[in-house]
């Protein structure tokens, strides 16, 4: 895979195309219980479920409507037992090799063909992990394959772990993130994530996919007072992580303040965003910095261009609690949770316009930027009850991936949110059903509409992190603007 690719996206709910992915790993299978928050885990994870019950779906699912000759005809052979390993390591030399669903980890052995990048990439990664000078040497003498597959895993080919894993890197949404057609590489704000950022870098900056779009990647640098600051001042330092962007029409961007990202990484994305031309106006949505956000693509994300799914606490009403009187619902409302957005626009950004409420700002994208005319759903975690609103929005009800406008992948445990979209009108299919129709002719990803399918998650859930996590679209089919 040499020729460039295009790099696209400019709408949250256009038609997938094109995007980057990260099968499961062994490093996955490495985090204990005294490391897992070190490296941004609530809890432990069974590998071989998630590789073989719950990721594969994923990946069928990805190829069915992305790149159907990869699949179609060819499951009984996938998932025989003799070839199963094939689907799930891209290590394998059978490892399915799509130009729309793109695996990382061989992009990274790609550019490793190359001798200098080898050489470059094994002193940046030894160095930051502070390697000794004989293992830096004996990582030299890897083949492109292996050195990939040990910068992902951590681990040597004699099966020792040499450095830390890096189990987020699933979590592809962070990355980076495509605007317009622009890459925004992420600045990640936890230890953790240092290699996954290093990785991404000379992975965009050498492969000969991005070679048209290297003057289009954006990297953030830190201000030059930033290492003269105490630890504990932590928002004047500029992290970024793609969960808090999201592009929701070709002029206007998302920007999260949250526990990853710094209001100095929104202040500079901004400048940067119109001092580029890029896009004409940036609403910057700053939410508590607690663990049960993380993200804003944890509290909401897009559905259609008039259908958005959300966490009721940020709406203009708040959760609804069983047998509350009127006096228990003020009280609530005033020690509720706050969140803040102001709306910069490129021509006055002395001048931003303020929303009360999430819920107003995505209506007023739906009618402004997308033109719509008619009603603008908003269909909430748990069905807005109290306490499925919050346990759900932590196996991720908010954050799903549109596949094509109406069209989203969801976790099945999240059964409140799921009966909120089937009141609103939408399909609920299970993965393995949808699977079956598609590969038996029965359903047509071309036509498939208003559908929310249901992913296994009873180990996915627990790494903390949703399908719009999982993904890095880079080809989007653009969102016609109805006038």
């Given at each position: 895979m040499a020729t460039p690719l295009q790099v696209s996206?400019?709408?949250?709910?256009?038609?997938l195309k094109r995007l980057l992915v990260h099968s499961p790993d062994s490093g996955l299978?490495?985090?204990?219980?005294?490391?897992?928050?070190?490296?941004l885990f609530e809890d432990i994870v069974h590998l071989d479920t998630i590789r073989r019950n719950e990721y594969d779906y994923?990946?069928?699912?990805?190829?069915?409507?992305?790149?159907p000759e990869k699949i179609k005809g060819k499951l009984t052979s996938i998932d025989a037992p003799e070839n199963k390993r094939a689907f799930y390591k891209p290590e394998h030399p059978d490892f399915y090799k799509s130009e729309h669903v793109i695996e990382l980890q061989w992009l990274l052995a790609e550019i490793l063909e190359s001798q200098s990048i080898k050489t470059e990439l094994v002193s940046s990664v030894c160095a930051i992990e502070g390697c000794t000078y004989l293992a830096q040497k004996e990582l030299l003498t890897y083949s492109p394959t292996e050195l990939a597959k040990t910068f992902v895993s951590g681990t040597s080919r004699e099966k020792q772990l040499l450095f830390a894993p890096i189990p987020n890197f699933i979590f592809t949404r962070d990355i980076g993130i495509t605007i317009n057609n622009y890459v925004l590489l992420n600045k990640p704000a936890k230890k953790a994530r240092t290699r996954e950022a290093l990785l991404a870098k000379y992975?965009?900056?050498?492969?000969?996919?991005?070679?048209?779009?290297h003057g289009n990647i954006i990297e953030l640098?830190?201000?030059?007072?930033?290492?003269?600051?105490?630890?504990?001042?932590?928002d004047k330092k500029v992290t970024l992580e793609g969960g808090d962007i999201m592009v929701v029409s070709p002029n206007h961007l998302l920007v999260g303040v949250s526990e990853r990202t710094t209001a100095e990484a929104a202040v500079k994305i901004t400048n940067t965003m119109?001092?580029?031309?890029?896009?004409?106006?940036?609403?910057?949505i700053k939410i508590p910095k607690k663990r049960d956000y993380m993200h804003i693509d944890t509290v909401f994300t897009q559905v259609k261009r008039d259908v958005w799914v959300m966490l009721g606490n940020f709406s203009r009403k708040a959760v609804?609690?069983?047998?509350e009187n009127a006096i228990e619902r003020i009280l609530e409302i005033k020690k509720e949770e706050k969140i803040k957005i102001l709306q910069f626009h490129k021509n006055k950004p002395e001048q931003p316009v303020s929303f009360e409420s999430l819920e107003d700002l995505l209506v007023d994208i739906s009618k402004t930027d997308l033109k719509c005319e008619g009603e603008v759903k908003i269909i909430f975690s748990g069905n807005n009850e109290f306490p499925y609103s919050a346990r759900e929005q932590w196996t991720d009800s908010c954050n799903l991936l549109a596949l094509k406008e109406g069209v989203v992948l969801a976790y099945d445990r999240n059964d409140k949110t799921t009966d909120a979209f089937a009141a609103n009108g939408f399909n609920i299919i299970k993965a393995k059903e949808l699977i079956e129709g598609l590969e038996a002719g029965t359903?047509?990803?071309?036509?498939?509409?208003d559908t929310v399918i249901l992913m296994p998650s009873a180990e996915l859930s627990r790494a903390r992190g949703g399908f719009h996590c999982m993904s890095m679209p880079v080809l989007r089919e653009e969102l016609g603007i109805r006038n």
């Open positions: 996206v400019t709408s949250e709910v256009g038609t299978g490495k985090v204990v219980p005294s490391k897992a928050q070190d490296w994923y990946t069928k699912i990805l190829l069915y409507f992305l790149d992975i965009f900056f050498n492969h000969p996919l991005f070679a048209a779009y640098s830190d201000s030059q007072y930033s290492f003269l600051l105490p630890k504990e001042d932590d119109f001092e580029k031309g890029i896009v004409d106006k940036v609403s910057i609804k609690h069983e047998d359903i047509d990803a071309a036509t498939i509409t």
